[in-house]
Antibody
């Protein structure tokens, strides 16, 4: 059974850098084809894809946010980390990590999500 | 960038059929995926690659995709189907995974 769980600060100040960790089980990010993505959802709005990393360290980023995002993996810890720089109020959202495969272009399953509020 | 459109809301009586549309330029040339999201929960994949269902998803949920419109059909609607529904595609031109704005399905 694949499970993912996000963790990180609930509150960050404007201009700070956000660091989120996705801890997963039920698969290995060293297995061919496996990927983990980050997706966020502002309150009352649609999900927005942020970043995706594959087993061979291939990384993909949202075109509109790529200059603020970094995604990395620690295969030995079964973790994926997302950093987002220069946080602002519009970045307030629930941040999810999800499982995918190279031959897919959908996401399943998703973690429970972690709410991040940006406020001074 | 690629834009998806969905009606904000759809209302349906129990036992009837709900249809949720997802519009996009020549969306029929893409593969469309659908997610169900209930309050306080993460999105749940209910249809992938236009019309396939993950294991555990009832046959009442089905999808189609042609031309400029993809459609999620929910037959024999139940109270438990009340949720937000999002369509999603991969835009290969921009290497971007795009979600529709969502449709709230209300069971009367």
């Amino acid at each position: 059974q694949i499970t993912l769980k996000e963790s990180g600060p609930a509150l960050v100040k404007p201009t700070q850098t956000l660091t989120l960790t996705c801890a997963f089980s039920g698969f290995s990010l060293s297995s061919r084809g496996v990927g983990v993505a980050w997706i966020r959802q502002p309150p009352g709005k649609a999900p927005e894809w942020l970043a995706l990393i594959y087993w061979h360290d291939d990384k993909h980023y949202s075109p509109s946010l790529r200059n603020r995002l970094t995604i990395t993996k620690d295969t030995s810890k079964n973790e994926v980390v997302l950093t987002m720089t220069n946080m602002g109020p519009l970045d307030t959202a629930t941040y999810f990590c999800t499982y995918t495969l190279l031959r897919w272009n959908w996401f399943d399953p998703w973690g429970q999500g972690t709410l991040v509020t940006v406020s001074s | 960038s690629y834009v998806l459109t969905q009606p904000p809301s759809v209302s349906v009586a129990p036992g009837q059929t709900a249809r949720v549309t997802c519009g996009g330029d020549d969306i029929g040339s893409n593969t469309v995926h659908w997610y169900q999201q209930k309050p306080g929960q993460a999105p749940l994949l209910i249809v992938y690659e236009d019309s396939d269902r993950p294991s555990g998803i009832p046959e009442r949920f089905s999808g189609s995709n042609s031309g400029n419109t993809a459609t999620l059909t929910i037959r024999w609607v139940e109270a438990g189907d009340e949720a937000d529904y999002y369509c999603q595609v991969w835009d290969k031109t921009s290497d971007n995974y795009v979600f529709g704005p969502g449709t709230k399905v209300t069971v009367l």
